[in-house]
């Protein structure tokens, strides 16, 4: 029965391969180039040049050809792969034996049911996990210097665009650590078990996407801020926080690159507050040590009149817990899922 799987799923193996060894090899080769750029932009800096150093790496890489379209392109590859798995592994797993009836081959030759998709769930399932992980594997390793040059600029700010997004971030947090895993082993049971149901393979494929692109959304919308117990602090009122009457903050004093859960400006009397106090939206010059003015910003107006930003947020610790939580609920999904695709294809009748 394993040979008979391996038989079967080899065309989808061979692409797959194929695809991860292409990756490794683009990887490989700009990969050494990008950490000798780094180390030469970041050698000898102390302090707080470092983040400066760093962000002038970054803005230098961002018109470096061909670093920004592999940075996004290995990105994307990572995170439509689970999707990509789910669609054309899982949904014609059991849905395409369905149609065209070639099951019937399989049970009569002295393998039951349970067996039969043991065997084809059990070993596509885990390719799908290794050839996504790998795909995050090798391309934490490329992106490495990034990531480090990244983290570097947070303390001084004025980051790229293309690079402004934390560890915390959708897309990035999606792409990376073990939370890929969990994804492909999600789609691909997902898919199997829409091909159960609707017998199938074609519907089983749009319900697939329909379904995985939902939960992608759901995930860090509406679950992932409720995984791990946030921390909560008070800080002075940024001046970065008064662009256009936003007081919501956007950095945590001593925790670099933090996820901010939620912000809050408060009054001296410890209220919320939305909009700038009248006050401090044109506010007076202040009076030097000498007698003579100089302006002050609406920060440092709201700062003097006692109004601080209380803050929720994730610090950077509880990053591999909220990755392993994450990856946990996916895999227990994922073995729901496959449970209900041996409780269906238990039930039809030959």
């Known amino acids: 029965m394993i040979r008979f799987t391996w038989l079967q799923f080899r065309m989808q193996a061979t692409v797959a391969l194929a695809a991860l060894a292409a990756l490794a090899v683009v990887l490989a080769i700009t990969g050494p180039h990008l950490a000798s750029l780094y180390a030469s932009a970041i050698s000898g800096c102390h302090g707080g040049t470092c983040a400066n150093a760093a962000n002038t790496f970054l803005s230098r890489l961002t018109t470096t050809s061909p670093y920004p379209t592999v940075y996004v392109l290995s990105i994307g590859l990572i995170l439509v792969a689970p999707a990509i798995i789910g669609i054309f592994w899982g949904a014609p797993l059991i849905a395409r034996e369905l149609e065209t009836r070639t099951f019937n081959l399989a049970w009569t ?92 393979a074609l519907p089983a494929m749009a319900i697939t996407l329909a379904l995985f692109a939902a939960a992608q959304l759901a995930m860090p919308l509406w679950v992932r801020p409720h995984l791990v117990p946030p921390s909560h602090t008070t800080a002075a009122i940024a001046a970065a926080d008064l662009v256009y009457a936003d007081l919501s903050a956007d950095v945590v004093p001593g925790h670099t690159g933090a996820w901010i859960l939620s912000s809050q400006a408060l009054n001296p009397a410890g209220q919320p507050v939305s909009t700038i106090p009248a006050a401090c939206v044109s506010p007076p010059a202040a009076t030097g040590a000498k007698g003579g003015t100089s302006a002050i910003t609406p920060a440092q107006c709201m700062q003097k009149r006692g109004y601080r930003e209380a803050i929720s947020y994730v610090p950077t610790s509880r990053y591999w817990a909220l990755q392993w939580t994450e990856t946990a609920i996916f895999l227990v999904l994922a073995l729901a899922l496959a449970g209900f695709s041996f409780w269906r294809l238990g039930r039809r009748r030959t």
């Open 109 to 200: 030759q002295g393998v039951t049911r349970t067996q039969w998709l043991a065997v084809k769930l059990t070993l596509t399932c885990l390719a799908a996990m290794a050839v996504t992980e790998a795909l995050s594997l090798i391309y934490d390793w490329w992106a490495n210097p990034i990531s480090k040059a990244i983290h570097l600029g947070i303390d001084g700010g004025g980051l790229p665009k293309m690079f402004s997004e934390g560890q915390f971030s959708s897309v990035i947090f999606a792409s990376h650590g073990i939370a890929p895993l969990g994804y492909a082993a999600f789609a691909f049971t997902l898919g199997t078990a829409a091909g159960a149901l609707t017998r199938r």
